[in-house]
């Protein structure tokens, strides 16, 4: 059966716009699949600049009154809303798998990783203190504080979701800021339903918006005139367009690219705890991850050791419908299943040996899903696009390397500094590995090292733009401005004129 030949029209998905659904009749509609079924279940609309100024003053609106809450009645809804989505989240992990294709308890997994920068940001009264100087020159205090800066905007990828708004929105509604919301147009479900929690936690209606598009409402977003800042997190292309164009604009920003994750293997790990991590990290969530595991980089005389242990793992990973209790989902659309899987025929060109190939797979779901398989590619040439592009799929490649040094310096020479991990019981070589490595996030032993909410999520050179990472202090820095104000109170004898240059004293 053809697609079109499915009865129901598909469901709408409208924008959200202070504090209600938006669905403009004219608007430009996007597909939306369910990938594991291959169907279109959904349209979503797409915001002309005019459906952007509607959500961008909205939020300019409501600012004000958002910003001068308590911080007290601020956290009530905040950790009302913590309480809505802990008691709820089965709903949201449906609505991502749906949409997305991973499997269920990843999609648990992602929402719990949000729900921790929730968490954190629900201590925002202790970060946003400032400070006091007591007496800095005879009679003169100094103290500073900080302020939101006003109308956010966050413009979020197709592989988190839910998590990767959570990394930002929480931070800056918790400082006081509005949020104007551009989720991925591949899976924006996930983004309406945070939304209209949000609105049944007791956020102020304007205060959370989203709207859905394409280039078009981004860039109206940018050159917004009543936006404050940009979050972004996407491929690096995009990151470095948002980077020049939203400061171009005047804008604060910070845009998050792409990766190519490297595992550096030295001879004296234990092979089979990295066999496994090697497996979670690359094939989880069907590698569409920022910080999966791409490429292992294995120390002779390692390499074929540690390509059978992985193999044998590999041989026991069940891909199918994330409904099914499957170990991994299909991949977001056909497209981008396609993408992925020619750089399968394109290791085979580059002289590549593919061990596993994910096109063969036989999986637990309908044959029109996206699907494809785990695949390893054994010595890939570091001059393939195998190992230089971003592939964003289930495709593990290994490079074998003679010593550390060359590990290192092969980790160095490519474009991206997203994340990284070392295997090894050598706690000198690790201490080493930490301080060569030009990478953001460094995992000892461990291959995923997103860092946990408190300490702050980014990546070095084309993996990140602007100098302020996610979440953490650096996310309320971000999202604020500090003002230092200088008191004096003086008696009746204050000193007269001096054109001086005021000073201690
Ligand atoms: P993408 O760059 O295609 O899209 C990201 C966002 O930008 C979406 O909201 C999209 O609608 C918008 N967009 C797309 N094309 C645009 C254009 N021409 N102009 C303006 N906006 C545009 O990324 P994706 O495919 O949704 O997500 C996968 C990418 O995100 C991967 O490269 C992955 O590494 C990266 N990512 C990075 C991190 C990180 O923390 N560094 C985290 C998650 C994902």
């Known amino acids: 059966m053809s697609e079109s030949a499915t009865a129901a029209p598909p469901e709408r998905i409208p924008h959200w716009i202070d504090g209600s659904p938006f669905d403009p009749v004219d608007a430009r509609l996007g597909p939306v699949y369910d990938p594991a079924l291959g169907v279109r279940t959904a349209s979503v609309v797409f915001a002309t600049p005019g459906h952007v100024d509607r959500a961008v003053a909205a939020a300019t609106r409501a600012f004000p009154a958002w910003r001068d809450l308590s911080m007290a009645r601020r956290q009530v809804v905040l950790f009302r809303f913590r309480e809505l989505l802990n008691d709820r989240k089965d709903e949201l992990a449906a609505i991502i798998t749906g949409q997305h294709g991973k499997v269920l308890s990843d999609a648990l997994g992602e929402i719990a990783r949000g729900q921790e920068v929730l968490e954190f940001a629900l ?154 991590a090697a497996v ?73 040996v593919v061990v596993v190939d994910g096109r063969s797979v036989v999986p637990d779901g309908v044959p029109g899903g996206f699907w494809l398989g785990p695949t390893l590619i054994d010595r890939v040439p570091s001059t393939s696009k195998v190992y230089t592009e971003e592939i964003f799929g289930p495709v593990l490649s290994v490079v074998r390397v003679a010593s550390y040094e060359e590990g290192v310096d092969l980790i160095n020479s490519g474009a991206f500094g997203n994340g990284t991990a070392i295997f090894t019981n050598d706690g000198g070589a690790a201490r080493r590995f930490q301080n060569e490595v030009q990478v953001g996030m460094i995992g000892v032993n461990v291959p995923i090292p997103v860092p946990v909410a408190y300490h702050s999520f980014g990546g070095w050179k084309a993996s990140a733009f602007g100098d302020t990472k996610a979440y953490g202090t650096q996310g309320f820095h971000f999202f604020t401005r500090e003002k230092a104000v200088t008191t004096r109170w003086p008696g009746p004898d204050h000193g007269g004129i001096d054109l001086g240059f005021p000073s201690t004293g």
């Not at 005389?301 to 299909?330: F, H, N, Q, S, Y």
């Open 123 to 276: 201590g925002f009264p202790e970060i946003l203190k400032g400070a006091f100087s007591r007496n800095v020159s005879s009679g003169v205090d100094v103290h500073s504080f900080r302020e939101p800066v006003g109308v956010t905007a966050v413009i979020s990828p197709f592989n988190f979701p839910a998590m990767v708004p959570m990394w930002f929105f929480p931070v800056a509604l918790a400082a006081g800021n509005t949020v104007v919301l551009k989720p991925s147009e591949k899976d924006p479900s996930a983004a309406m339903w945070l939304a209209a929690l949000l609105t049944e936690a007791g956020l102020p209606d304007g205060v959370f918006n989203v709207v859905h598009g394409d280039k078009t409402a981004v860039d109206a977003l940018l050159e917004h005139p009543d936006v404050a800042s940009v979050s972004f997190v996407g491929s690096t292309p995009i990151a470095s367009y948002i980077y020049e164009a939203a400061a171009r604009a005047g804008k604060r920003v910070q845009a998050l690219g792409g990766a190519k994750n490297h595992m550096l293997v030295l001879p004296d790990a234990d092979l089979d705890l990295v066999a496994d």
């Open 280 to 352: 979670n990290a690359g094939f989880g969530s069907a590698g569409e991850r920022c910080m999966a595991v791409s490429v292992v980089v294995a120390v002779e005389p390692v390499a074929d050791t540690l390509v059978a242990k992985i193999t044998e793992r590999m041989a026991g990973l069940r891909t199918g419908d994330g409904r099914r209790g499957c170990d991994m989902g299909p991949l977001v659309t056909r497209e981008h299943r396609d993408k992925v899987a020619s750089f399968i025929d394109l290791a085979h060109r580059d002289g590549a």
